[in-house]
């Protein structure tokens, strides 16, 4: 399978397959393809695995496309304003997602619910305690939201950051939540109550536009229903 990302704020990703090559994906997120590749809605996996994608944030069912007779061609495009990256799967190489953001992958990439040990951090991280956990084999696209910034983080060392900034960290990084220090800050400083604190070593990568922060900037302009 070879793919190519296109498009700045608005991105798709389109993958060129040789005949037999597969393509599994969240429904709706298929944006064109050539006539000779054939859908499939399938569990993937059975239900147990349906039920845990259904949990970090997924659709029970998923779309797979097989490219028949030939080489195919199929684009996935982003749903939100943002980045499409790519993620080599393999050992020693898993990754955490926000909820969502799983696009697209080769039909050897799982996509599981991981859970965080501490409910304090989904409570009060901005984005739910349940995330995906990406493992198995290939390559798996992810749609962020806004520009990505990364940032490698050593053994131990930390960044802060804001609710719902965080996109998706190695599976090695640990994930905290802090509170703001001084009542002050907490009253008038705008930020919320807590913070989210990421530990190394692991790579981290951060969106500039979470869809929640959007949706929160837009929520005084909505109509107010009247009876």
């Avoid at 054939?38 to 944030?57: C, D, Q, V, Y």
């Avoid at 070593?201 to 109509?223: C, E, K, N």
Wanted: glycine letters at 14%; one cysteine or more.
């Amino acid at each position: 399978m070879r793919y190519e990302i296109k498009g700045d704020t608005l991105p798709v990703v389109i993958c060129h397959l040789e005949a037999g090559e597969r393509m599994i994906t969240e429904r709706g997120s298929m944006a064109w393809m050539s006539p000779n590749m054939k859908m499939e809605t399938s569990t993937n996996g059975g239900f147990g695995k349906a039920f845990g994608r259904m949990f970090s944030g997924e659709a029970m069912f998923q779309n797979i496309y097989t490219a028949q007779g030939g080489n195919g061609l199929i684009a996935f495009a982003s749903s939100f304003p943002g980045s499409i990256k790519a993620f080599e799967i393999g050992p020693g190489q898993e990754y955490i997602f926000q909820k969502k953001a799983f696009l697209a992958g080769e039909p050897g990439v799982n996509i599981s619910v991981h859970f965080h040990k501490k409910v304090a951090s989904g409570q009060f991280g901005g984005e739910g305690f349940i995330l995906q956990k990406v493992s198995g084999n290939g390559i798996v696209f992810a749609e962020f939201d806004g520009h990505v910034v990364e940032y490698e983080l050593q053994p131990g060392q930390q960044i802060v950051i804001d609710s719902g900034y965080l996109a998706a960290m190695s599976v090695t990084c640990q994930m905290d939540i802090q509170t703001v220090p001084g009542l002050k800050n907490i009253v008038f400083g705008g930020e919320g109550l807590f913070n989210t604190v990421i530990t190394g070593p692991g790579h981290v990568w951060l969106q500039t536009m979470p869809i929640s922060s959007v949706a929160d900037s837009l929520r005084p302009y909505f109509p107010t229903s009247s009876k």
